[in-house]
């Protein structure tokens, strides 16, 4: 974790964050999530991109089964929703595997893509586990979830944060929020934390727990 | 960065946008950045609030008048000036007048544009000025929670203040859907708040809504059409249990059992008997509902015991299970559920029925004025279509009031951002055939923004500009203690004017110009409406220099104290009667029975079986149950082209893997839904997230109809019936059966 964020540093990055030496992160309550896609929209508006590039995606999960008792269908399903941008990890795979240079993390573990270094070979697209890194195909080169830096400078939150109607999503130091939410940080079907340790903090669903060994699968595909 | 109220278009909420311009053009639109507290929460806008520019900058935007010049319908139009229109339209309204008379003429439904100086309201003042209209009364959206609510408790303030829903340790979402139609912005906010307080929520629903995943611990995958039977069968377990609240009901109602019928009535049936089966011997027990709502007996008698003894309770009543063939009855047994287990007048509790807020019913929506309507005769606004076809013969038994009989057809139609001509309305092809006659309706003028299907239909189209190119006012919807401000942050395109602008314009070739304007422009009717807050609900709402010099955007009232509606006569019945016949809660009407109908308009709730259900001959041919739910990616018809919400929720019916399976379907494939009405092509979504048996399309999208008539744009209006409800008059589109099968195309 160390070699990384001094590898962001020599990268060259640019203005550091007034916080200094803090590690951002996104707070998720998947308990709460209803699915509106406000934060989907929000970015969308706030970055202008085109159909198809989608900095934050919404993913419905479900599975589970109808149960015939009796005369009736009885419902035993899982069903939640996962709201997720790019998690700024603390090791992120996506800058070990960039082979142009393009991918840095600044100082306060904000990811970010250069786009005048990007070489749009989507490597990132490969080795990320999240699909955060999503392809400009206009403009040929790869584009991610910037964690609204230029906001997050000025003192402000991503512009999803403050955009969920339930109050769904928080920003913050990683630290502050496992103080405030808990160590989840991983929901299916998202990997292993130790993959990548991604900032990223979840508050559960009632029923994903029980997502992990069934049948669970994104029934949205073609909208994330 | 200007503050503006999001274009109100009856989305449900009401929010504030910050919207950033650069050279006279908006560059991106966020939310509510004022401090976020339970008493007066953000309004944060949803997706449609947030992909406001791709409607704003709609290249399909509609630019300059158009008049017909194919067969109506076609969509067929040519370029006229403004003059040509506006002269056009005076010399129509004056024809259909001198012709017919007043009551010929016509303003329907429609909730496009609800901004005050945008939206039908315009020409309503419009037609009372010019001698009157055909009015009409009740909703597409309320038609019969509102009545229903009336005949129990003489009010439709029955709701308390939301703040209070955190008192609440349990609440039933009967049907009810806030994170999808929103019922106030941040109702849904308001229970998950509940929720983190210890309440426990069931959802019942025939789809596993975003509201149930997001805020339930329970859903129960009921029928539609059945939610009376399930009420019946909680009541029927909190009476033989004795669970129910027996000094209340003794106290506060009339009509449970024989000791207290309204006088006179003393041999009718009772709730208590209908309930126990003494007179039709049937007892409603959690085993007949079963069979009826396709919930396990031991769900029902589980779910009344906890409603019945976990206090305070809420029922909360969607609006989707009114829009049904008997949809009065299940307003009214809910509300008498609330009555059997004592949770009116309390913190925490609800009176279910409709709901407005206490004290004084909440919001005003409508303060622009639209003066008396010197044509006396009403109908209820679903009804339009057989005022078209046989005004001449419609009376009371129709739901005409302020006359014994209709003395016209509707001869001509002012359509003001509305889309219920085609889109909205039951039964597409019908309308689309009736409308086709010119000798029906002889001429129909539509304001609109796009060519819609009902703009298709217009002889004259007249381009309205948006509510961010003109002024406007909103208070809350349903909820909330805010006044929104909407100032003109754009010039509007050239060649288009405000609703109100277009109307002054009539009223002028009309002769009555100045009488329609008093001298106002926009702004100044901004100003005086400001006013009517301050003098009624809102003595320190600032002035409208005040509002902009600060780019405050929204005004409002903290709620530190919410109010519960029925506090008073809960605390004393006598000295505090409700507006009702007897002062009590109606559990029998009398009024009700006096209209001599017991079949379809029982005295006491009852579950009555639809006209159209998977129990009838229907179900042979046509076996699932279709609904039409609200969807994100519209409001109503609002916003169907709009390529953001396209991308963010694609128009598809819903269908279990039970049914998928049967009929060879599988997610992403094109499926024909049908029935006698019409049909339908369009994607399917397998999902688990709905009971088998039941198919759901999200209602609104576009009518597009194909060279055969098969509908292409994805409308379930395609599939729903004009018939109406028995006691409100309202709408019925959910009650229908279709049948679904796999399309190749030719």
Known sequence: MKRNKQEAREAGNEKKSQSGQVQYAFFFDSSACSACKSCVLACRDKNNWPAGVRWRRVYELSGGQWLRVGNNWVPDLIAYNLSLGCNHCEEPVCLKGCPSGAISKRPDGIVLIDRKKCLGCRYCEWSCPYGAPQYDVAGGRMTKCDMCYDLVDKGERPACVDACPMRALDFGPLDKLIEKYGQVRAIFPLPDEAMTRPSLIIKLHRTAAKAGAGDVTVSNREEV | ?746
């Open chain 2, 1 to 746: 960065m200007i503050r503006t109220g999001c274009p109100s278009h009856n989305c449900g909420g009401r929010c504030l946008l910050r919207v950033y311009l650069k050279d006279g053009v908006i560059t991106r639109i966020d939310g509510d950045d004022r401090p976020d507290t339970i008493e007066a929460p953000q309004l944060r806008p949803c997706p449609r609030g947030r992909a406001y520019r791709r409607r704003q900058y709609h290249p399909d935007r509609l630019r300059y008048p158009l008049k017909r010049t194919g067969r109506r319908g076609e969509g067929k139009f040519e370029r006229i000036s403004w003059d040509e229109a506006l002269d056009l339209v005076a010399s129509e309204l004056s024809r259909v007048k001198e012709k017919y008379g007043n009551s010929a003429l016509f303003v329907p439904y429609g909730t496009g544009s609800y901004n005050q100086i945008n939206g039908r309201q315009t020409a309503t003042r419009l037609l009372h000025l010019f001698g009157g209209c055909l009015g009409f009364y009740n909703s597409y959206s309320w038609a019969c929670i509102t009545p229903a609510t009336l005949t129990v408790y003489g009010t439709t303030t029955t709701g308390n203040q939301r703040q209070d829903w955190l008192n609440s340790r349990y609440i039933l979402m009967w049907s009810w859907n806030p994170a999808e139609m929103r019922d106030g912005t941040n109702s849904d906010y308001f229970v998950k708040l509940a929720r983190e307080r210890g309440a426990k929520v069931v959802c019942l629903d025939p789809r596993l809504t975003p509201s149930a995943i997001a805020l339930a611990d329970e859903w129960i995958p009921i029928r539609p059409g059945t939610d009376a039977a399930m009420m019946s069968a909680l009541a029927y377990v909190m009476i033989t249990e004795n669970l129910y609240d027996a000094d209340f009901i003794r106290t506060h109602s009339v009509g449970f059992d024989e000791t207290q019928m309204p006088p006179g009535f003393e041999a009718e049936e009772t709730y208590k008997d209908y309930i126990l089966g003494r007179r039709d011997g049937v007892p409603k027990t959690p085993g007949w509902a079963e069979n009826i709502c396709g919930v396990p007996a031991e769900t029902i008698a589980r779910i009344a015991r906890e409603y019945a003894t976990t206090k305070p309770a809420m029922l909360y009543l969607g609006y989707g299970l009114q829009r049904r063939a008997y949809g009065e009855q299940v307003v009214r047994a809910a509300c008498v559920l609330a009555a059997l287990t004592g949770n009116i007048g309390v913190h925490g509790g609800w009176a279910s029925g409709l709901g407005n807020q206490a004290p004084d019913g909440g919001p005003f929506w409508l303060v622009f004025p639209v003066g008396e309507n010197p044509v006396k005769a009403s109908i209820p606004s679903f009804l339009w279509t057989e005022a078209v076809i046989r005004g001449c013969e419609m009376g009371p038994e129709d739901g005409v009031v302020g006359v014994p009989k209709l003395d016209n057809n509707i001869k001509l139609l002012y359509v003001v951002a509305s889309n219920c001509l085609i889109n909205q309305h039951a039964n597409v092809n019908r309308t689309a055939q009736i409308l086709s006659d010119e000798n029906l309706v002889e001429f129909i003028v539509v304001h609109e923004q796009f060519m819609t299907p009902t703009a298709r239909f217009a002889d004259v189209v007249l381009p309205a500009c948006t509510q961010f190119e003109t002024w406007g006012l909103e208070d809350g919807w349903k909820y909330g203690d805010e006044v929104i401000l909407m100032p003109k942050i754009l010039e509007p395109l050239p060649e288009t004017k405000s609703d109100y602008a277009i109307c002054a314009e009539v009223a002028k070739r009309l002769g009555f110009g100045e009488k329609y304007t008093e001298g106002r422009d926009e702004k100044q009717w901004v100003e005086w409406m400001l006013d009517v807050y301050r003098q009624t609900r809102f003595p320190d709402l600032p002035s409208l220099d005040e509002l902009l010099e600060k780019n405050l955007g929204v005004w409002a009232r903290p709620v530190t104290d919410p109010a519960v509606a029925f506090e008073d006569f809960r605390r004393d019945p006598e000295k505090y009667p409700l507006p009702t016949p007897s002062g009590k809660i109606e559990i029998f009407s009398a009024r009700l029975h006096g209209l001599g109908k017991p079949a379809e308009i029982p005295a006491v709730p009852k579950y009555i079986q639809e006209w159209e259900s998977p129990f009838g001959e229907e179900a042979r041919k046509y076996p699932l149950q279709a609904i039409g739910h609200h969807y994100l990616a519209r409001v109503h018809s609002t916003h169907h082209n709009n390529d953001w919400l396209r991308e963010a929720f694609p128009q598809r019916v819903f269908i279990n893997p039970v049914d998928a399976e049967e009929r060879g379907i599988k997610t992403g494939q094109m499926v024909k839904v049908f029935n006698e009405r019409g049909a339908l092509i369009l994607p399917c979504r397998v999902t688990l997230k709905i009971r088998p048996g039941v198919v759901a399309i999200p209602q609104g999208a576009w009518w597009e109809p194909d060279e055969r008539g098969l509908d292409r744009g994805g409308n379930i209006n395609v599939l729903t019936s004009e018939r109406w409800s028995p006691y409100a008059f309202g709408n019925t589109q959910h009650t229908i059966m279709v049948q679904v099968e796999k399309y190749e195309e030719k």
